[in-house]
Each structure stands twice: as structure tokens, then as C-alpha cells.
């Protein structure tokens, strides 16, 4: 019986954390900001490649197949779309960051093996956080370099896609 407690009270706060993501004001996000930057230990997303990330990430379960109002992980065409994409990232992340302390709670519920279901809980979000954080800053590179305006197109009065993040 604790363990289905345990059980409930984790889809509860997954759906209901994914709901509180969907609110979150862009304004609220700043993708730049230290908490979503690329640390050192991750070799600016080398240490991603070594996990082989871009084989398996396709593997996780992916919200846009259930909500279709969400961006989707492939796209044809995206650039229009960068900016609600990179800030997608930014809230998964957070939201698999949050998932595991807020599961901590289980220990409350069913002292005795709580915590056991609390640690896999937490190993479980982990590979969203790494997908998010393997591909924001592949995002944010070609956010950039299509901001960027080129030197026949500055000659040329010309100015790059704007896109606002």
C-alpha cells in the first residue's frame, strides 16, 4: 500500500510539475544564465558525446508525442522556432532538477524503503537533464550564428533572422 502511495504521489508531482513548466513566463527563463551554462567537468558538451547521448536520447519518452502543442524534438524546418526551443530546455531541465527533491517526500510516506524509491526516481530524470543540457547550447549556436550578420550581408545593408529569445 505505501509503495502505490509512493507510486501516486510521484505521477502527481511529475504531471503536476509539467503543468507548472507549461506556465512559466518566458520572461522568468534566461537560457545565458550560470544555472544552464555548460560546467567545466562537462567539456563543453564532450563529455555528452563520450556517453553517446545523440544514439540513445531519441529513446526517451518524448511529451510532444502526447501534447502536440509542444515543440517537437525533430523538426524540418526550426528556426522559427529556436527561441521556444531553447527555452523548452531550460524548463525541462529545471523540471527534472525539481522532480527529485520534491520525490524525496517518499521517505515521509513509507520510511522504510521511501528513500529506495526516491534514489531510482532521481536516476531516473537524470538522462533528461543531460539531454537538455546537450542540446541547448547546439541550439543556442545556431540561434547565434543565424543572428549573426554576415560581412556581404552587412556590405549590403542587408540584417540577419531575427530571432527573440
Known sequence: MKFLQ??????????????????????????????????????????????KLKHWQNLLPDMSKVWPWMPPKKMRDFRHRLPEMIHETCVAELTHRILPLLGLFCIRIWP????????????????????QRYNRPKLMRVYAKLNKPTREATKQGGKPVKCEL
Open 6 to 51: 509512493c507510486f501516486a504521489y510521484l505521477v502527481f508531482i511529475s504531471l503536476g510539475l509539467f503543468g507548472v513548466g507549461r506556465l512559466i513566463p518566458k520572461s522568468w527563463i534566461r537560457p545565458e544564465a550560470a544555472f544552464f551554462k555548460l560546467h567545466a567537468y562537462e567539456q563543453n558538451g564532450r563529455l555528452y558525446d563520450r556517453m
Open 112 to 131: 522504510k524503503w521511501g528513500w529506495m524509491l526516491s534514489v531510482l526516481y532521481a536516476i531516473g530524470n537524470q538522462p533528461f537533464i543531460w539531454m
